[in-house]
């Protein structure tokens, strides 16, 4: 699905279906305009997704909250091998950008 521009709204609607979802095993959600509002619905989705084990996220606009949203789904997803989370603007300094840095070095310690 990679570069396909689908944004919040549609991204729900995908994560919707993959959230009981036992056969998809990779998806590439890169370049497609999510953002932390995005990052909610792919926390529900890795939450209860138990076949998912690579997940492609790159070129997106996931900052820190969101980037810290998705890392509270990756401590309660046992199945993902591979995140890719290249070209997202979470990783300067900024206060809120490090919580999420953290988050996700956290959620790397536990799965």
């Known amino acids: 699905m990679e570069s396909n521009l689908i944004g919040d ?3 729900q609607i995908v994560c919707d ?3 009981g979802d036992s056969s998809i095993k ?3 959600l890169s370049k497609n ?3 932390d509002e995005g990052a909610k619905y792919l926390f529900e989705m890795l939450e209860f997704n138990i076949s998912l084990s690579a997940l492609f996220l790159g070129w997106n ?3 820190g909250e969101g980037i810290a ?3 509270r789904g990756l401590l309660k997803n046992v199945t993902l091998k591979v995140i890719d989370l290249s070209f997202n603007p979470f990783g300067s300094m900024h206060k809120q950008k490090v919580k999420g840095v953290v988050e996700l070095s956290n959620s790397f310690k536990v799965n």
Do not use: D, F, H, P
Request: aromatic share 0%; proline share 0%; net charge positive.
């Open 17 to 19: 279906g993959l959230s």
């Open 33 to 35: 305009n999510i953002t």
């Open 61 to 63: 606009e996931i900052r």
């Open 9 to 11: 709204k549609a991204l």
């Open 69 to 71: 949203t998705v890392s």
């Open 26 to 28: 990779c998806l590439n």
